[in-house]
């Protein structure tokens, strides 16, 4: 399976600024996926990040406030702009090798604090 | 929507004993694919045992088995001879058979008592 390089590992941001976490997968993966676990919550879909064309959004996440790259099969990132403390969240990245196969692998997530 | 509840918030066990955590799920699709996943204070997610809908079969993957009961919508993981290192958050999560996004439980934080 794939090994992801999620970074940083944590951070403190002022409300107003953004922040940019990379992932970095270790092999090409078709699909790379970017989840918020807010505290003592579940994991939520933000987008699925497409490589060369806009990201997917899920319901209740839009490009302004999480922007969203893949340059290549390896590598992407997540921003999230405009920060408040109700973003203060882990974010995790999620890769698969093939879509529809079933080798998922996540990162050890991005925990940001917002104050 | 597919909706994952997790009833049990935190769970332990002794050491060397058995434990069972609960998980119940929503769906109008006939197949599709059941997980527990397994996060550590590292917050690496870690894929404990799958089951896909189709398989009668419960899974098991060591001292980590299922009960799957596809007509209640359950799916629950027994972990047997618990050990120190299996104390984290343990999250169920669905996911369609042609569909590449989980649905994730809230979680279960399981202690081991030594």
């Known amino acids: 399976s794939a090994v992801i390089s999620q970074k940083p590992s944590r951070d403190i941001c002022q409300r107003g600024t953004s922040l940019t976490i990379q992932c970095q997968v270790d092999?090409?993966?078709?699909?790379m996926f970017w989840y918020r676990q807010q505290p003592g919550q579940s994991l939520t879909l933000i987008a699925t990040?497409?490589?060369?064309?806009?990201?997917?959004?899920e319901s209740g996440f839009v490009i302004d406030k999480f922007p969203i790259s893949r340059p290549n099969l390896t590598f992407s990132t997540l921003t999230v702009s405009n920060m408040s403390p109700e973003d203060s969240s882990i974010y995790l990245c999620?890769?698969?090798?093939?879509?529809?196969?079933?080798?998922?692998?996540f990162g050890s997530g991005t925990r940001l604090t917002v104050v | 929507a597919q909706t994952v509840t997790q009833s049990q918030p935190e769970m332990s066990v002794q050491e060397a004993e058995t434990v069972t955590l609960s998980c119940t799920y929503d769906?109008?699709?006939?197949?599709?694919?059941l997980f527990w996943y397994k996060q550590p204070p590292s917050r690496q997610m870690i894929l404990v045992i799958r089951?896909?809908?189709?398989?009668?079969q419960n899974a098991t993957e060591n001292r980590f088995s299922v009960n799957f009961q596809k007509a209640a919508k359950s799916f629950s993981l027994k972990i047997s001879d618990s050990q120190l290192g299996d104390a984290a958050m343990y999250f169920c999560?669905?996911?369609?058979?042609?569909?590449?996004?989980?649905?994730f439980g809230t979680g279960t934080s399981l202690t081991v008592i030594p």
């Open positions: 999560a669905y996911r369609r058979l042609t569909g590449n996004q989980f649905y």
């Open positions: 769906t109008s699709e006939s197949d599709y694919y």
């Open positions: 089951q896909e809908a189709y398989k009668q």
């Open positions: 092999s090409q993966v078709t699909m």
């Open positions: 999620s890769v698969v090798m093939f879509a529809g196969g079933d080798g998922y692998t």
């Open positions: 990040a497409n490589q060369g064309s806009e990201a997917t959004y």
